[in-house]
């Protein structure tokens, strides 16, 4: 269930992070990590092609000095829309919660 | 003494001792497994390769030698298949799900096979009877012997198949050879259907015994209670089909 939940809010948190600049990949998970939402980077490949693939996230390559081009990821057009509806819906469902929340207790 | 292998891993040049990239070479592999079927496996596993190899080179540092350890580190960073498995799988999983199905789908076409159930040579003729829709392989057969009379080289031909056409032994072979999807409900019914088939036996052969030895109350349905472990889920209610008209003069409970 927590895996379930933590799940759900992965999306609107990557795009949330994306919303203000474009990102190196290791540094959105630097930034999950903080946040205990995710613990190892592999779960986030598939996330974040799943977003792409759904034309939310858009990628550019960067060189790097040490190595290969690097991936960046940005935040579409269409990702920004769905984003503020996500935000729309957790708000909803954050007020509902607490609202149920506090009748019980 | 390590043997040193040279590989380029997702654009990083490394020099790798040999059981270093054993190592990684597997985890990739279990990686790859692990996603196939999902969307976009491809970009996917082509990420990961290329943070491992970010990763790697970060271990290793100003050492010219990649070795066990920076590869398990690496590891450790991105994490294994069990610990991929927590999050994100069941959405890969799904998604895989969502492939197979429809594979499933496009192989709806049927295969053909030679039919077990239905033999009476080697069932070359039942299983083109069902490939051909044909509800009763009789007609096949009949053609058969029709053509050979007429001096066909229809022998030969028979003998071919027989040789050359697989017998369908699993179920889903049978379902295949049946043209139905080859999914879970439809395997199911068929191991029911089977297992239905197989207590008839059961029943006949006890019912025989019966006969034979004047046994008034052989607890032949202990064989059934055995079954039921096998079928529970497949809402099967246990009743064993009496084929023979002879009746039961007892009730099943008395014996459980």
Redesign the interface.
Known sequence: MK??M??GV?DMCILSLLSTEAMY??DIIERLKKSNL?????????????L??GDLLEYYWMESN????R?YFKITEKGRSFLADLKDSWTEINEAVSLTTQKQS | MNKTININL???PFTIDEDAYVTASHYLDT?TNH?SG???EA??MQ??E??M??LV?RNKGSRVIVNKIDVLEAIA????PE??Q???F???EIKQKKAKSSSFQLKTGKRLFRDPDDQIVSGVCSGLASYFGIQDAVWIRIAFVLLTMLGGASVMVYIVLWAIVPEAKTVSDRLEMMGEPTNVNNIAKMVKEELEGLSDKIQETFSKKQKKHRFGQTPHSSGHDDDQPLTSGFSWDGKLPLRKKEKVTYDHKDFV
């Open positions: 895996a379930q933590r799940k992965l990949t290791s995710v613990i190892v980077e592999g779960t986030l490949y598939p996330l974040l092609t799943r792409k693939n040490s190595g290969p081009p991936k | 997702g654009g990083y990686l996603f999902s969307e976009g970009e996917i990420d990961i290329s943070r190899g970010e080179s960073v991105l994490g294994t610990e991929l927590d999050i994100d069941s959405q890969a």
